[in-house]
T-cell receptor, first 116, second 111 residues
Framework: GAVVSQHPSWVICKSGTSVKIECRSL??????MFWYRQFPKQSLMLMAT?????????EQGVEKDKFLINHASLTLSTLTVTSAHPEDSSFYIC????????????FGEGSWLTVV | TQLLEQSPQFLSIQEGENLTVYCNSS?????LQWYRQEPGEGPVLLVT?????EVKKLKRLTFQFGDARKDSSLHITAAQPGDTGLYLC???????????FGDGTTLTVKP
């Protein structure tokens, strides 16, 4: 079945640095990918919709200059957390829609970001 | 803004008991998905329902989509410790649109 992979699974970075998280669709092409943020025991909060070849659409309250999204190909979207601060520490999850599977959404494994 | 209200938020039961999780909205969805998520992992799709009144069964799990496609329920029969996790419902207003997630139900099944 369709698989979405995220890398890295976890990352620790120093405050003020930037960190990039990759989201790949492994066996299907995804024109649209979604980035979420999740706090412990809470639901997923949609941050932005990543569109291949165009600018991402950000949800209200999400800083586009803080969370840079690049969807350069049909199988890869990246989320870069710029000038990270401890409050950016969270679980980040991506998902992709597989048109070949009735537009079913598949999720990546998630990436734990800890900013120290 | 579409909202999905999921209840209960937390549920702790003994092994063998039955439970139902509800997902309600004032909006109509073209499809609704149920996911199960374990700590530190991404959500795993359990089922997609698309037709009003549809009922789908997955072993001990029964999913129902409301006739008006505004609500859904997940019923688990004879819960087991392995059912422990965060259950999420998500609705999509269009076939290829973004998903609106419920707040999630944290289920703990004690042996």
């Amino acid at each position: 079945g369709a698989v979405v992979s995220q890398h890295p699974s976890w990352v620790i970075c120093k405050s003020g640095t930037s960190v990039k998280i990759e989201c790949r669709s492994l066996d299907f092409q995804a024109t649209t990918m979604f980035w979420y943020r999740q706090f412990p025991k809470q639901s997923l909060m949609l941050m932005a919709t990543s569109n291949e070849g165009s600018k991402a659409t950000y949800e209200q309250g999400v800083e586009k200059d803080k969370f840079l999204i690049n969807h350069a190909s049909l199988t890869l979207s990246t989320l870069t957390v710029t000038s990270a601060h401890p409050e950016d520490s969270s679980f980040y999850i991506c998902s992709a829609s597989a048109q070949t599977a009735g537009n079913t959404i598949y999720f990546g494994e998630g990436s734990w970001l800890t900013v120290v | 803004t579409q909202l999905l209200e999921q209840s209960p938020q937390f549920l702790s039961i003994q092994e063998g008991e039955n439970l139902t999780v509800y997902c309600n909205s004032s909006s109509v969805f073209s499809s609704l998905q149920w996911y199960r998520q374990e700590p530190g992992e991404g959500p795993v799709l359990l089922v997609t329902v698309v037709t009003g009144g549809e009922v789908k069964k997955l072993k001990r799990l029964t999913f129902q989509f409301g006739d008006a496609r505004k609500d859904s329920s997940l019923h688990i029969t004879a819960a087991q410790p392995g059912d422990t996790g965060l259950y999420l419902c998500a609705g999509r207003s269009t076939n290829a649109g973004k998903s609106t997630f419920g707040d999630g139900t944290t289920l703990t099944v004690k042996p």
